[in-house]
C-alpha cells in the first residue's frame, strides 16, 4: 500500500510555470508507475502524464506535450510534474496516482490517490 501527498499547486499567470510533487509513504513506491491527471469543475478525469516504475519511459497527453515534463526521485519516494508555459486551460485539481494495472490512460487503472492540489492560470 502506498499513500500519496500532492503540493506545489497555486495561481499563476499564463506564461508562468509551476512544480507539482507527489510525496508518497511506504517502501514500495519504486514498483510503482505513476501517473498524474487532472480534474476541471463538471469535467471528468483527464490523464496528463505517465511515468514508469524506474522513469524510463514516460507519456503525456497531447496538450501538454513539450510544455510539461514528469520525473521521479525513488530514492526521495517522489514523482514530480513540471509544467511550464501554463495556459488558463490548465487550470484543475491536478491528482498524482499509482498505478494497479491494466490501461495507464484511464483513472480506474490507478489504485491510490493523493488530494489533489489545485492549479489556476489566469489570463
Known amino acids: 500500500q502506498v499513500q500519496l501527498v500532492e503540493s506545489g499547486g497555486g495561481l499563476v499567470q499564463a506564461g508562468g510555470s509551476l512544480r507539482l510533487s507527489c510525496a508518497a509513504s511506504g517502501r514500495t513506491f519504486g514498483s510503482y508507475s505513476m501517473g498524474w491527471f487532472r480534474q476541471a469543475p463538471g469535467k471528468e478525469r483527464d490523464f496528463v502524464s505517465y511515468i514508469d516504475w524506474n522513469g524510463g519511459t514516460t507519456y503525456y497527453t497531447n496538450s501538454v506535450k513539450g510544455r510539461f515534463t514528469v520525473s521521479r526521485d525513488n530514492a526521495k519516494n517522489t514523482a514530480y510534474l513540471q509544467m511550464n508555459s501554463l495556459k488558463p486551460e490548465d487550470t484543475a485539481l491536478y491528482y498524482c496516482?499509482?498505478?494497479?494495472?491494466?490501461?495507464?490512460?484511464?483513472?480506474?487503472?490507478?489504485?491510490?490517490w493523493g488530494q489533489g492540489t489545485q492549479v489556476t492560470v489566469s489570463s
Open positions: 496516482a499509482a498505478l494497479r494495472g491494466g490501461n495507464i490512460y484511464d483513472f480506474r487503472s490507478y489504485g491510490y
